[in-house]
């Protein structure tokens, strides 16, 4: 049980172009998402958290307009990179909480994105 | 703040050696305290947990307990294989309705040689 899946695993695209990448939990309602960033050989950077029906909670310095998240469902949510550049290159990674009050996360397999 | 100060690495070991990756927490609650493994190529998974002091996590031969006299928690695994070869993350989160943001260390890369 609690398996997160994540898609696509792997995009290349244009810079100036948007990039959308879907998380969803599969077995669980997740009530609250979180979306991470990671660069090579590095922690996890917390981006923002985001809770179904509402607006996500963005970590300081993680611009909203450029990553826009929605979290539309209790099994999905989605992470929109807008007008990507090649500085946006990096390994993004979603992770879900299975009910209100749980501090278990479970976390897809990532999604490598690379801005030419 | 929260904070996790995890060993530096990378570690290697040869096989059947025993493993210790120091973690240490700064905390301002009383939080759960999780090690992540991240094989090459995937995602996170979650390796063991402890959610109060004097807790001990256990998994596929590893272990940590929860020391809140020297906020710490250590991973230890008596005998590694080379399949354990991946990175290892001790991270935090405050417990409590609307607040289980992780907060994670720097990981730490574990080779591990035939």
């Known amino acids: 049980g609690a398996v997160v899946s994540q898609h696509p695993s792997r995009v290349i695209c244009k810079s100036g172009t948007s990039v959308k990448i879907e998380c969803r939990s599969l077995?669980?309602?997740?009530?609250?998402m979180f979306w991470y960033r990671q660069f090579p050989k590095q922690s996890l950077m917390l981006m923002a958290t985001?809770?179904?029906?509402?607006?996500?909670?963005?970590e300081q310095g993680v611009e909203k307009d450029k990553f826009l998240i929605n979290h539309a469902s209790l099994t999905l949510s989605t992470l929109t990179v807008t007008s990507a550049h090649p500085e946006d290159s990096s390994f993004y990674i979603c992770s879900a909480i299975s009910g209100r009050g749980s501090d278990t996360q479970y976390f897809g397999p990532g999604t490598r994105l690379t801005v030419l | 703040g929260n904070s996790v100060t995890q060993m530096e690495g990378p570690v290697t070991l040869s096989e059947e050696a025993f493993l210790t990756i120091n973690c240490t927490y700064t905390?301002?609650?009383?939080?759960?305290l999780f090690w992540y493994v991240q094989y090459p190529g995937e995602g996170l998974q979650l390796l063991l947990k402890?959610?109060?002091?004097?807790d001990k996590g256990s998994n596929k031969g590893f272990e940590a307990t929860y020391r809140k006299e020297t906020t710490s928690f250590h991973l230890e695994k008596g005998s590694v294989q080379v399949s354990d070869s991946a990175v290892y993350f001790c991270a935090l989160s405050d417990r409590g309705f609307g607040n289980e943001k992780l907060t994670f260390g720097t990981g730490t890369r574990l080779t591990i040689i035939p």
């Open positions: 985001s809770n179904e029906g509402s607006k996500a909670t963005y």
């Open positions: 402890a959610t109060k002091a004097d």
């Open positions: 905390a301002t609650g009383y939080p759960s």
């Open positions: 077995d669980f309602q997740a009530t609250t």
